[in-house]
């Protein structure tokens, strides 16, 4: 029964985590469809993520997890801040190129983080996964990479860390209500961004854009996102980061008609079939010990 679950459990993992990637995907497109500058973005985004969260949470009233770990709640809603600004920072300040693939290192540092706080052991499959899969984006990137944007760099690596360390702390806490944790993270970037904002002088479709990308995208993504930690380890919800880039470029592609180079193809492939391939491993090792259990048993 035990290892039933665990396979139950395996899968209702990648199901959250797929999808939350594949509702983040959408980022890109609306980012650009929003048509303002970053800090307007950051502010709306975390504004109406905080409303949507906050009126959802008051409706369950469920306060005891937040009191229980009131430490961990207020570092990973910090998290979640530092990772949607660190993004906007990087992007104002390096080329979008640069700031995915740094970004790609989000497994890296989530794998760990993981061996040093929670001693969790880090399956040698999720290791192998997360160099095939960051070489796929480097493909994807290699021609745009440049030695400019060196503080852009850093903030896509601070961005980077940040995705790590919020995946493992949730991890560490899996009874925490996500819903609170993203509302106040939502809080503080618009509170960061808000004097760098012009929040009301913007066209009218771009509050559309907005309202679309603040109440309903985003928060759903990081919601599955975040809720994945309870089933999976923190370095395999991050890996699942790496095909954002990929699935963000697609959209544009079809969507605007913005033809990707043949690099971003065959990156992206390599990326997506690692992916599916270390889900697939893991399913396979949860229902092997299942077998075995079910035949010691008999």
Wanted: glycine content about 10%.
């Amino acid at each position: 029964m035990a290892v039933h679950d665990a396979t139950a459990q395996h899968s209702r993992g990648l199901t959250l985590a797929t999808s939350g990637i594949v509702v983040l995907s959408f980022d890109s497109l609306l980012v650009r469809l929003a048509a303002t500058d970053g800090w307007n973005i950051a502010f709306w985004r975390g504004a109406l993520m905080a409303l949507i969260m906050g009126v959802l949470y008051c409706r369950r009233r469920r306060l005891a997890t937040l009191n229980a770990h009131r430490g961990a709640s207020l570092i990973s809603a910090g998290l979640l801040a530092a990772i949607s600004l660190l993004f906007v920072m990087a992007v104002m300040h390096t080329r979008v190129a640069n700031v995915v693939v740094i970004l790609s290192t989000a497994p890296l540092f989530a794998a760990i983080f993981t061996r040093l706080f929670l001693q969790e052991h880090v399956a040698v499959r999720t290791w192998v996964a997360i160099g095939l899969a960051m070489l796929g984006l480097v493909i994807v990137f290699a021609g745009s990479l440049t030695g400019e944007g060196l503080l852009g760099d850093a903030f896509a690596l601070g961005a980077a860390m940040a995705v790590g360390a919020n995946l493992t702390l949730l991890r560490r806490y899996p009874v925490l209500d996500r819903l609170p944790l993203i509302a106040g993270g939502g809080i503080i970037t618009a509170l960061v961004a808000w004097p760098m904002a012009t929040p009301l002088a913007l066209e009218p479709h771009s509050y559309l854009v907005l309202a679309i990308m603040g109440l309903v995208q985003m928060p759903l993504a990081t919601a599955l996102i975040n809720n994945a930690t309870r089933y999976l380890p923190s370095a395999e919800v991050a890996l699942f980061y790496l095909i954002e880039a990929i699935l963000g470029t697609l959209w544009v592609w079809w969507l605007l008609g913005e033809n990707p180079p043949e690099a971003t193809l065959y990156g992206g492939l390599l990326t997506l079939v690692t992916l599916l391939g270390n889900g697939w491993l893991g399913l396979r090792r949860v229902r092997g010990r299942r077998m075995a259990a079910a035949s010691h048993t008999g």
